[in-house]
């Protein structure tokens, strides 16, 4: 990788960090997101810093940012956009939604019924939105950061597999250390970190990253590697749905992305095997039969856990 690329992702990683103090895993792979062309789901009990963190990562970018507050009351239009008539032209004009954005901040969307959620399904997967059997292509590149509150809180709807699949990972924020916290204290006596935070690039400067890391290298036992996890997931008997094809593919982007952010134009065995889990662990469905006390969540990731351990690295 170029010294300029290296330099700008390693400034995006400190510009981000400022706003969250004690996170930069968290960071990384919000940025392995962006640079693989995907959508991230962000979700933790309240207070830890999910929306700060899908803030401070699209002010980081000169390029459009919309937020959507998802509420029990939201219609599908209300994302999308709607067609109005036009009286002096005698014609329906078209509308945009605040979909219609580089980055959308898609805030709480456990909260929203299946329906408004479903809005969101054609953007995610095709960057192109169909209202009134009219398609309007969406701005590129386009990233949607949603944040959601775990399942066991009142007031959330689940996400239905078809949504959970369009995300590329699920990651969790957890508490900050203790000397994290002290920093955000300390912090917060002044201006808020978001405040310092400057755009560092604009949006074809992103698109250009993004198409740098689809010509890194993947060889086929990485490929191979990737399916084998898939399968295992396939044919556990602890698991009523394993890891789709879409799944498997965007492990594949994930790691690009996580070996061009390293400055590597070839991807390693790590690169899968430590993404496997926030790429794979929200489009699993438990066997109830094999429920335990834990989370879902936290079981899903248990049982790809014990798939990783016992699955042969390639050399």
Known sequence: MATALANQLGLLKRTVGRAIRGKDDVIELSIVTLLARGHQLIE???????????????????????????????LPSDVTGISVFNPASQSFEFKPGPIFANIVLADEINRTTPKTQSALLEAMNEAQVTVDNQTHRLPQPFLVLATQNPIEHHGTYPLPESQLDRFLMRIRMGYPSRESERDILRQHRGSDGLDSIEPIMDAAEVAGLQHAVEQVRVDDSLADYAIELAERTRRSEQLLLGVSPRGVLMLQR????????????FCLPDDFKKLAIPVFSHRLVLNTRYATTQKKSEQSDAILQDILESTRVPL
């Open 44 to 74: 933790d009990v309240p207070g830890v810093g999910k929306t700060t963190l899908a803030q401070a990562l699209a002010r980081s970018f000169q390029c459009s940012f919309q937020r959507i507050q998802f509420t029990s009351d939201l």
């Open 254 to 265: 994930a790691a690009q992305a996580r070996a061009f952010l390293d400055g590597r134009d």
